[in-house]
T-cell receptor
Framework: SQQGEEDPQALSIQEGENATMNCSYK?????LQWYRQNSGRGLVHLIL?????REKHSGRLRVTLDTSKKSSSLLITASRAADTASYFC?????????????FGRGTSLIVHP | NAGVMQNPRHLVRRRGQEARLRCSPM?????VYWYRQLPEEGLKFMVY????????ESGMPKERFSAEFPKEGPSILRIQQVVRGDSAAYFC?????????????FGPGTRLLVL
């Protein structure tokens, strides 16, 4: 079963608005990563947050992590049409004993110009 | 430094044929991961390899699928006797090291269509 699940499944906003996506997971983690996927392309790493961190920033991205609730959020401020993509969280579940990111289904973000 | 390369980008096969997907990791990366993505879904881990070794194949179907990462050349994901349910995007990722928090670098994917 998927370790991370993103919410909402789809999000449609206007340029300039903020976009918030959430990720919930089931078991303890060492870190959580957010990736972005443009249509028809591979995933691009955005940001990593470790289990002992509560918040992290990178440009217009802000990630929070609440290990007590087993959840994380990704906030994109002042969104742009170019932010249109799918966003995935990945946790370091160990399906066979190795540290391998395990991905959720993603949130599809559409930013209208 | 070229990124992760995958070829072909698109592959069409008829049921029963074989599909061979190739992945060349980033220069200096010795860890390769294969994922499968169905439409509107996330990536499902398939297999993790280092040079000449399969480290973790817990996500690989037991039959028809195999993977290798030889000492020289790209990693190969091989699907024998393809069925329509194998139609998906297959992504390869590489990393320079294994371990907690290592970032994976993804290729553009191979889109397999089984007719």
């Amino acid at each position: 079963s998927q370790q991370g699940e993103e919410d909402p499944q789809a999000l449609s906003i206007q340029e300039g608005e903020n976009a918030t996506m959430n990720c919930s997971y089931k078991t303890s983690i060492n870190n959580l990563q957010w990736y972005r996927q443009n249509s028809g392309r591979g995933l691009v790493h955005l940001i990593l947050i470790r289990s002992n961190e509560r918040e992290k920033h990178s440009g217009r991205l802000r990630v929070t992590l609440d290990t007590s609730k087993k959840s994380s959020s990704l906030l994109i401020t002042a969104s742009r049409a170019a932010d249109t993509a799918s966003y995935f969280c990945a946790t370091d579940a160990r399906p066979g004993g190795s540290y391998i990111p395990t991905f959720g289904r993603g949130t599809s973000l559409i930013v209208h110009p | 430094n070229a990124g992760v390369m995958q070829n072909p980008r698109h592959l069409v096969r008829r049921r029963g044929q074989e599909a061979r997907l190739r992945c060349s990791p980033m220069k200096g990366h010795s860890h390769v991961y294969w994922y499968r993505q169905l439409p509107e879904e996330g990536l499902k881990f398939m297999v993790y390899l280092q040079k000449e070794n399969i480290i973790d194949e817990s996500g690989m179907p037991k039959e028809r699928f195999s993977a290798e990462f030889p000492k020289e050349g790209p990693s190969i994901l091989r699907i024998q006797q393809v069925v329509r349910g194998d139609s998906a995007a297959y992504f390869c990722a590489s990393s320079p090291r294994a371990g907690v928090g290592e970032t994976q670098y993804f290729g553009p994917g191979t889109r397999l269509l089984v007719l």
